[in-house]
């Protein structure tokens, strides 16, 4: 009897221990936090190839060719390891002037395919100098691209580029990632030109 009573205090004492700290009533729910982010420093080179372009890009950057079964000759991949992400570029060298309107029709389409999750699509008109033109999407809202271009000569040159992640993320996690990347390749298509 004296022991089951030492063993019900014993049990009680260690009880009131272990829960009188949990009562605390101001209780302060911590935010959310995210990873730390490294970006690395904006040093470029220029690409070339025996492709018929030319441009800057970071040198974190790795470029790839393109090995898919679709893919065709100059469609490379920029790889950018530090944030498991891609910049997908394709090339279309055209003879027919009315071609590049159905060109700019398919890039058009392929971001209006994301209509379904964007909030909203930005798009911007690009024209240089040089005689470029194209258009800038920005896609906000939970889409697999956060942004996609393309850029044309209107005479024989069709270049197009759209920036993943390679896994799924959280928008609101990766947005000081999209903002970094698409300053570089705003430098891209700034640099870009075409060889004739």
């Known amino acids: 009897m004296k022991t089951a009573m030492l063993i019900k205090s014993v049990t009680l004492f260690f009880a009131t221990v272990v829960f009188l700290p949990s009562c605390n009533r101001h209780y302060t729910p911590k935010p959310n936090g995210y990873p730390r982010i490294e970006f690395p420093d904006r040093v470029y080179d220029i690409f070339e190839s025996s492709c018929p372009f030319i441009f800057e ?4 950057a790795l470029m ?3 090995t ?3 893919s065709e000759p100059c469609w490379y991949n920029m790889i950018i390891p530090d944030f498991d992400a891609t910049l997908h570029m394709s090339y279309k060298h055209f003879t027919q002037p009315e071609q590049v309107d159905s060109m700019m029709e398919d890039s058009y389409n392929l971001v209006m395919k994301h209509t379904v999750k964007a909030e909203d699509i930005e798009e ?3 024209h240089d100098s040089s005689g470029l033109q194209g258009m800038f999407y920005d896609l906000y809202g939970n889409t697999a691209t956060p942004f996609s271009f393309f850029l044309t000569d209107k005479k024989h040159h069709f270049f197009r580029g759209a920036f993943y992640f390679n896994n799924h993320t ?3 996690s990766v947005a000081p990632i999209i903002d970094f990347v698409k300053e570089d390749v705003f ?4 640099t870009l030109r075409f060889k004739d």
């Open 57 to 60: 890009k970071p040198t974190y």
């Open 64 to 66: 790839v060719t393109d």
């Open 68 to 70: 898919n079964s679709f």
């Open 124 to 126: 911007r008109k690009i």
């Open 170 to 172: 959280s928008r609101d």
């Open 187 to 190: 430098r891209m298509i700034q």
